[in-house]
């Protein structure tokens, strides 16, 4: 058997995602991550010699509920969530011992407003789609 490292595994229920410094209660799902471009650089002989490393692009999105977007586009300018401010977001992560982690995702937008129901819904979840300058892994 192997034995625990540290005793739990982060879970959802460990989450809090601040948007403006509000925690975001009809949070669904976040998704985030970066992608760096690098390309293997060729000299003499049939093996790279050095390896390129350029831009690198962070991208996200936010699944939320319909109440928690409807309160985000009374708030923004015309209705538009595309037209809020840039705003960073915080993931914290609260882990054994009350030991926080967080993840920084800078200088955000939304790219999207839209909305989508089915017959038979109880209720309904938006998908919004993230503009991301960088991400501070270690906030």
């Not at 739990?8 to 403006?20: E, F, H, Q, R």
């Not at 970066?34 to 692009?57: C, F, H, L, T, W």
């Not at 962070?58 to 595309?82: H, I, M, Y």
Request: hydrophobic fraction near 35%; charged fraction near 20%.
């Amino acid at each position: 058997m192997t034995p625990l490292i540290n005793g739990t595994n982060y879970a959802w229920g460990d989450v809090i995602v601040n948007l403006t410094g509000v925690p975001l209660s009809g949070i669904k799902s976040i998704n985030y991550s970066e992608e760096q471009d690098m390309e293997d650089m060729y000299g003499a002989g049939n093996y790279p010699v050095s390896r390129g490393y350029g831009r690198i692009k962070a991208t996200g999105d936010l699944n939320l509920k319909s109440e928690e977007v409807e309160s985000l586009a009374k708030a923004a300018p015309g209705g538009r969530l595309q037209a809020i401010s840039p705003f960073d977001i915080n993931v914290v992560f609260l882990g054994a011992g009350n030991v926080m982690r967080t993840h920084r995702l800078h200088n955000c937008q939304f790219k999207n407003n839209a909305r989508s129901m089915n017959e038979g819904d109880l209720g309904f979840d938006i998908k919004l789609d993230l503009i991301i300058s960088h991400i501070t892994w270690n906030a």
